[in-house]
């Protein structure tokens, strides 16, 4: 059993920043890729970034140049580095990890970008 807890949302304004974090505890397996994905109220969840074992990230267009996704397998966590943010970006923020099997969602961490 591996439960995620995701952290580090807040109340920012346009053009801030904020690190959310997201870590695994339990019975860890090796995750070969870590994702944080978002839901905005009345809106499907949809896949923020990506990143694999060897590195490899992936990101949903509106978030390239801005997000950073990174993980440090040692603290069994995934982080989600956000600049500039706007206010398209206010969700509800989830990570996923996958592997032989997926993590349940958690609770998700709000984020929310004044406008």
């Known amino acids: 059993q591996v439960q995620v807890a995701e952290s580090g949302g807040g109340l920012v304004q346009i053009g801030g920043s904020l690190r959310l974090s997201c870590v695994a505890s339990?019975?860890?397996?090796?995750?070969?890729?870590m994702t944080w994905y978002r839901q905005a109220p009345g809106k499907q969840r949809e896949l923020v970034a990506a990143v694999t074992t060897g590195g490899n990230t992936n990101y949903l267009d509106s978030v390239k140049g801005r997000f950073t996704i990174s993980r440090d397998n040692a603290k069994n966590t995934v982080y989600l580095q956000m600049n500039s943010l706007k206010p398209e970006d206010t969700a509800v923020y989830y990570c996923?990890?996958?592997?032989?099997?997926?993590?349940?969602w958690g609770q998700g961490t709000q984020v929310t970008v004044s406008s």
């Open positions: 996923r990890l996958w592997g032989a099997t997926q993590t349940n």
């Open positions: 339990g019975s860890i397996p090796s995750f070969a890729t």
